[in-house]
């Protein structure tokens, strides 16, 4: 890794209370663009979780009472310490997720942004006066804080999605015990220093650290002094969760699967529409839940957009992700490449043909082709599974309403996109498709003000936007006789 500016934002220690933990035993981290191992990180266990739970616990009745402008402050303080501290962070990143600097360097200033927006949002939480039905008793609600949070997150976006769960819930007046993914824990790590140098108080956050979660996990869904569990990760985990904190009757918000459709009609701007196409399914090397994992495009120009997206998609640069160049970096290990390469080899085998990749990429390392696939059909895995990969892989369709059919063909409903240039056809289109989340001629759905979330197997509750404080709170009735 390059030099950092402040060597103690990479210091591999886990926090429990207000003391920083070094562990018995270590596991380590690796850069997946070329396997070296950057920092050896506290492994820890049952005990560890149960005594960071205590810590947040101990932490939370001090915590709740303090004014919503104080912890407001406190967030606010923490959001600009990323900004100040955002080349290292965004070094940390790269080096172990992956992904091309510019893109950690995105995701470092979005994550500050959000802890601005929860900052806001935390001096209006308010409850209502209700209307007087009796002439003895005045009514009305106010709202608290959920209580003790535990947070696991995953790997993919390991800044964004740490600060915006630990950001909402503190900002909300709870405390948290964060398990960030044993794959990028050292950015969670880096920015709890930063939140810690910014002024929360010990046991506010807490992060247990570990590379087999079953033991901490257990406890986290199990233990009765957690009250809620926000979890990003995969649906088959996420209702596993859901099951064990079913137990204690934990409050719980999943953020799962994904398995988006991409719709181009024959109307669409091409132009525009290969433009978002490469956007929203390249990112982060495709693996991102709200990419998009099914292009269905109408007949009628369905040559020219195969043609206008690898066009676009063979000049993407593969690389490291501290390469300036780099468009797509490594895939995070070696079970991601082996899924890509086995759901677009059975794809061929099946009819389907390579445009552009189609192959493991010879410079060997976790590194897969950016890849064009056109005569795909739903009889194929692609089809049914979220690839988390950089590949595009192109359906047919002849009609609008195959065209719903196609796209709401999935158990996953977070995001969709639609390419149309008739209005009316894309009001129906965006109140159509079974998703928490539509971009109509656009693939900019993600923004602080914008709620993040998903129907049906793609998970409960929502991130950000105006309500983002509400799943860490709770509405109490107060009734006063008179």
Known sequence: MRELQRRELLSPVARIGGE??????????????????????????????RNAVAAASRALPGWRRTSANERAKLVVAWAQALLDAREDLA???????GKPLREARGEIAQSAASLRWFAEEGRRVHGHTLPVNSGEVRNLTIKQSVGVVAAITPWNFPAASVLV????AIAAGCTVVLKPSDLTPLIALAVTRLGVEAGLPAGVLNVVTCSQPGAVGEVLTTDPRIHMISFTGSTQVGKAIMGKAAGTVKKVALELGGNAPFLVFEDADLARAADDAVRARFYNSGQICIGANRFFVQDAVYER?????????????????????????????????????????????????????????????????????????PAMGLYRTEIFGPVVPVYRFSTEDEAIARANDTEAGLAAYVYTSKLGRLWRMAEELESGMVGANTAAICAVEVPFGG????????EGGLGCLDEFLEVKSISFGL
Do not use: M
């Not at 018995?24 to 005990?47: H, K, M, Q, Y």
């Not at 070094?91 to 997720?97: K, T, W």
């Open 91 to 97: 070094l940390i990143l790269s080096s172990e997720q």
């Open 455 to 462: 129907i049906k197997h793609s998970g409960l509750g929502r």
């Open 20 to 49: 920083w933990i070094s562990g018995e035993t270590r596991f380590t981290v690796r850069d997946p663009s070329n396997g070296s191992v950057i920092a050896e990180v506290p492994d820890l266990g049952a005990d560890a979780a």
């Open 165 to 168: 769960k630990c950001g909402a």
């Open 305 to 377: 957009f195969v043609e206008e997206v690898a066009a676009r998609v063979a000049r993407l640069r593969l690389g490291t992700g501290l390469e300036p160049e780099t468009n797509v970096g490594p895939l995070i290990n070696e079970q991601a490449v082996a899924k890509v390469t086995s759901l677009v080899d059975e794809a061929l085998s099946l009819g389907a043909r390579a445009v552009v990749g189609g192959r493991r990429s010879p410079r060997g390392g976790l590194f897969y082709e950016p890849t064009v696939l056109r005569d795909v059909t």
